[in-house]
């Protein structure tokens, strides 16, 4: 995540945060007032941006390299 183009934009990192604390896409979506499948859309780009597994790999990695 040296590069810039790896860095979670803004809304991808309220994603991020949302998840940490434990909430569903579903929840997010309600608080971020878009759809659940952008929110699904945010979660693969992340995945793909941080070479992810799973969401507690996104929350692991952006902890570990101080993004949030």
Do not use: F, W
Request: charged content about 25%; some cysteine.
């Amino acid at each position: 995540m040296t590069c810039r183009a790896a860095q979670p934009i803004k809304r991808e990192r309220e994603i991020i945060s949302l998840l940490a604390q434990g909430k569903s896409s579903k929840q997010i979506s309600n608080m971020l007032y878009i759809s659940k499948s952008t929110v699904d859309n945010h979660r693969q780009n992340l995945l793909k941006k941080l070479g992810a597994s799973s969401t507690a790999e996104i929350i692991h990695r952006v902890v570990e390299k101080g993004v949030i």
